[in-house]
C-alpha cells in the first residue's frame, strides 16, 4: 500500500467539515462566509472570461492586477512596490506559503514559528526540510514576549513565519510585538514571511501595520496577502506576494514550478476589486463587526466565556469550565447539537492550549441566531 506520514496530517477543516455534513450540522467551523461576495468583482470575472485570453497568463501576475496591488497598498499601508519587480501574483495565499518555504529554506534550517499557527505552516516547514522552533502565545492576550523570543532565535534561525492578524485567536499584532519580532529579524539576519491575509479583516479602528513597514525590514520580508478574504470569495484562490527584488527572484522560481498561474478573469475581476473607494472596505469590517458582536452576545447569554477578537472571521470560546477538552467538546456539539466549530489545539503543536473553540461569524444573522438556539442547551 501507500504509506501515509504522519507530518502530512488530513486538515482539521476537513474533517471538521465532512463532520458537519454527516450530521447536518451549522457549520461554523471552516472559514468562509455564506454571502456571494460583492456582485460587481463577480461581474467583472464574468466579463473578463468572455474577452480576455483564456490561455496561460504572464507567469508574474497580469500586469494590471500587478500595477493594481501596487496602488492599492500604496493608498492602504503607505508601502512603494514595483509592480513588476517586486509584487507576484499565486493561486492563493497557500501557494505563497508553499513557494516561499520551497524557495528559502534549506534543509537544516531553523523556522520560527507562533503557535498557534495556521494549520499548512508546519506540515510545510516539515516537508521543506526546516526545523521548526516554535514560539507559544497564551490565552487570553497571545502577545509576543522577548525572552520568548530570545530562547529559540540563533544563527541557525533562516525565517520566521508570522500570521498578522492571527488565524485562529483573532489578535492583531501592533507596533511594539511587531518593533521586537523585527530587532530579532535584524539581529540574526532572518527573513521574515508575514501571512497578512486578514489585513482588511481587523475592527473597533483598528489599523493593520505591515511588517515589512518596520525599519530594517523592507529588505527581508516576504508579504503574502490573499483575495479571498479580500472580498469575501474564498474560492477564488488568487493570492499575492510582495517582495524586494533579490527575494522575488527566488520566490518566482519556485511559483513557476509549483502553478505557474493562476486564472486570468479572476485576476482581472481582482484588479478591479482592489481599486474599489475605501467605503467598500469600511463597509465589510462594519458588517463583520456586527455579525462578531451578534454571535459574541448570542454566546455569552448561553453561558459560553467569549475572548475578545480584534480581526477575522473568527472568535473563540473558552470552555474549561465544561471539563472536557476542546476536541471532545467540538465533537460533541457537532453530532448532538449540530454546530460545528473547530478546537483551537489543532494549531498548537506543543502549547498545551487545550481548552479554546473557534467559531467563524461571516455568515447571516439567522445562521448564527439558530447556531446559538442548538447550543442552548449545552448549559
Ligand atoms: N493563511 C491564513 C492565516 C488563512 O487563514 C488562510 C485561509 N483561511 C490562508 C492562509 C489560505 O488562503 P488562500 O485561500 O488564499 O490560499
Ligand atoms: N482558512 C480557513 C480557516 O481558517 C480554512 C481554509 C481551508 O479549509 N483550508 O478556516
Redesign the pocket.
Known sequence: GHPVFADLPE?V??SM?RLARQHGAINL????PDGQGPDDVRAAAARALESVSNQYPPMMGLPSLRGAIAAHYRHHQGLDLDPEREVMVTSGA?EALAGALMALVRPGDEVVLFEPM???YLPLVRRTGGVPRFVTLKPPHFRIEEAALAAVFSERTRLVLLNNPL??SATVFGPDDLALLAEFCRRFDAVAVCDEVWEHVIFDGRRHLPLMALPGMRERTVKISSAGKIFSL?GWKVGFVMASEPLMRVLSRAHQFLTFTTPPNLQEAVAYGLAKQDGYFEGMRSELARSRDRLAAGLSRIGFTVLPSAGT??LTVDVAALAEDDVAFCERIVTAHGVAA?PVSAFYAEGGVRHLARF?FAKTDATLDAAVERLGGLF
Open positions: 486538515t477543516f476537513e467539515s467551523g471552516q472559514g468562509f497557500t495556521y494549520d499548512a488565524n485562529p474564498t472571521y473568527f473547530i467563524c
